[in-house]
């Protein structure tokens, strides 16, 4: 602490500035503004016993009062719908934060504090997930490993039907489609139907490392097919695929197709379906069920979240459906004639 009552002293037998701050062991700032002070107060050596240095230092410098109704903390709701607006950062609503608390002459939390009270509010309102999401921002989709199945009409075959799997990495909202083949025009045709259920597009696609979307599946660059890397381009949306034996990179996407296939699959293994229209109906069904179940630790639903936070988020759709395009590779002739199919 400042001493107050040496350096009054020390002035009052006319020392010099620089040898009061020598002697106290402070700096000649502090020695002139105790000076100041002390004038103005008609403070002056001799003091009585009772003048500590303490009580001169509330005397002469104050700590301002802040009363707990001034304190002003933050809207958890404001922060939860801001948070999911994309660039948008705890760091950047505390900061915008404590603007208005200046302007209101306000006390603000440190941003610890309101990172807490935040995060308190996240926990029973909106349980984050492990890795946050931004809404609108990734589409994890993938093929069930479990097939369907119907049967022919005619010969009695059964006929098994492939799974698509699409779900929004952040409402977890699922989309699912049956397919008589894995082939290239299905896995197009899919992402066509989905983003025409979600009505919008997010601003990634996570696929895995299939040979319908990915051509070369490397480490760091990745080979998208073409006509997959097209329709991206017109829905403008980005193909990032997941990293080679890295599940995690589309957790929702993984997750899903286990509870599809116990939800859908394998609640319509006792139905036979004579077509694949037949088959996609029933798992509609399904879907709209699956979709809107109640969260266990979370409130709401994949559709609720979905409606409230993610839809407005999505990128519109374009004004036409991207038309499927087949690339082929042909070699022209002696005669200069290239075969057509």
Known sequence: MTKYREILRLYSQGISQRSIAASCECSRNTVSKVIARAKELNVAWPLGSEKTDGELDKLFFPKPSYSSSLRRYPDPEYIHKELSRHGVTLKLLWSEYCEECRINNELPLMYSQFCYHYQKFAEKKRASMHIPRKPGAQTEVDWAGKTASIVDRDTGEIIPAYVFVAALSYSQYAYVEAFLSQNLESWITAHINMFRFYGGVTRMLIPDNLKTGVEKPLWYTPVINKTYHEM?????????????????????????????????????????????????????????????????KKEGSRFSIFLEEEKPMLLPLPATPYELATWKVATVQFNLIITYL
């Open 232 to 296: 991206a381009e017109h829905y403008d949306t980005a193909v990032i695929p997941a990293r080679v034996r890295k599940p995690k990179d589309k957790p929702n996407a993984e997750g899903t197709v286990g509870i599809i296939s116990t939800w859908v699959i394998a609640a319509l293994r006792n139905q036979k379906f004579f077509s694949l229209q037949e088959l996609n109906r029933a798992i509609r069904e399904k879907l709209q069920v699956f979709n809107s179940k109640p969260f266990q």
